[in-house]
């Protein structure tokens, strides 16, 4: 089945920081990809998407690139906030849903 | 608001105790999922449905049950909990299950704390 490397931290940076959190995958095919985040206390909810090779998914100054020949989908902004301490999900899409890694664990220091 | 609600949000039980956790949406969505999330294991899919009266099994089905008797209801079931169930668990809804190639975001309820002693 399809699976997610992606790193676990906490990854901790200061604020106005650039950030790169590395997200490969494996799956049958060519999914959709997806980055979601939980902020502390809630559910998930969708940051980004791309659903074809070379689409760039792009919200709240994050952006992530669709690498077919590299399977990765990798998530960056320039200038890390306070506000974007979270946990972090990358995500393919397969035949019966989502499959999630395992979280990255993302700590902003001001 | 489209949204997914899930009820309780926090629950305390003694293992043996039959207990439901409900999931609703109102967007009409089609599938339906339940996810669990441990700490160093990220969220495991437990059972999913694709539309009323469909379910299947997820990556983590043992010690749950599941129906769809209505299409914006999905509550999870576990018939006599164990200390191992204790998790935060998590509802989801999308449109629809994937087309080839491309899959339709998800969305998610607030969570369910469980803790089972």
């Known amino acids: 089945g399809d699976s997610v490397t992606q790193m676990e931290g906490p990854v901790t940076l200061s604020e106005e920081a650039f950030l790169t959190i590395n997200c490969t995958y494996t799956a049958t095919g060519y999914p959709s990809l997806f980055w979601y985040v939980q902020y502390p206390g809630e559910g998930l909810q969708l940051l980004l998407k791309?659903?074809?090779?070379?689409d760039k998914g792009s919200n709240k100054g994050f952006e992530a690139t669709y690498r077919k020949e590299t399977t990765s989908f990798h998530l960056e902004k320039g200038s890390v906030q306070v506000s974007d301490s979270a946990v972090y999900f990358c995500?393919?899409?397969?035949?019966?849903?989502?499959?999630f890694g395992k979280g990255t664990h993302l700590i902003i220091q001001p | 608001e489209a949204q997914v609600t899930q009820n309780p949000r926090y629950l305390i039980t003694v293992t043996g105790k039959k207990l439901t956790v409900t999931c609703s949406q109102n967007m009409n969505h089609e599938y339906m999922s339940w996810y669990r999330q441990d700490p160093g294991l990220g969220l495991r899919q437990i059972y999913y449905s694709m539309n009323v009266e469909v379910t299947d099994k997820g990556d983590v089905p043992e010690g749950y049950k599941v129906s769809r008797k209505e299409k914006r209801n999905f509550p999870l079931i576990l018939e006599s909990p164990s200390p191992n169930q204790t998790s935060l668990y998590f509802c989801?809804?999308?449109?629809?299950?994937?087309?080839?190639?491309?899959?339709?975001?998800?969305?998610f309820g607030p969570g369910t704390r469980l803790t089972v002693t």
């Open positions: 791309a659903t074809k090779a070379d």
């Open positions: 989801a809804s999308s449109l629809s299950l994937p087309l080839t190639g491309y899959s339709y975001e998800q969305y």
């Open positions: 995500a393919p899409g397969g035949a019966d849903g989502l499959t």
